[in-house]
């Protein structure tokens, strides 16, 4: 009978060439709460009533007021522990897809893993990173694959 290993957590300060697909990590939760929702809206000019009326939004199919998706997928990139030392940028957010609202007071956090590496250069690599924000019973709220640039260890000689 064989046996599959269950996947490795992905270690944030790992150099690129140590990463591998399949890697996997889980973030801490957080919640978003309505002075969130404000703050985003103020911040972006994104003042549409289904997040800050509660009186309009109450009447939507929603029942209430809601997160902004990019909010979401925003308080998910903070929720990343990236490494500064190793993620040297984030070079693409894609494929987003939002399943359900995140309303006021909602926790969310990010499952994730390595979909693939690549190198990108002699200094660094490209890993790109499937997504699942989760909301605080394991149900999908959004999900996207991240691309970042991700640094690799270099020899670098020491004159003598």
């Known amino acids: 009978m064989t046996t599959t290993a269950p996947p490795q957590s992905l270690c944030w300060s790992d150099p690129f060439d140590e990463l591998a697909v399949g890697q996997r990590f889980t973030t801490d939760a957080r919640a978003v709460s309505q002075a969130d929702i404000e703050a985003f809206a103020a911040l972006t ?9 509660p ?5 939507s199919p929603f029942g209430g007021t809601i997160a902004h998706g990019l909010l979401v997928i925003s308080a998910a990139a903070g929720l990343v522990p990236f490494d500064p030392e190793r ?5 693409r957010v894609g494929d987003v897809v939002f399943k359900r609202p995140v309303k006021p007071g909602d926790e969310i956090r990010v499952e994730g893993a390595v979909e693939t590496v690549r190198p990108a250069s002699d200094e660094a690599g490209l890993v790109t990173l499937a997504w699942r924000v989760v909301d605080g019973q394991g149900k999908l709220v959004c999900k996207a694959t991240v691309d970042v640039l991700w640094r690799r260890d270099t020899f670098v000689p020491i004159p003598l």
């Open 45 to 53: 000019g994104d003042h549409h009533p289904q997040h800050v009326d």
């Open 55 to 59: 009186a309009w939004a109450a009447k």
């Open 87 to 91: 993620v040297m940028a984030l070079r």
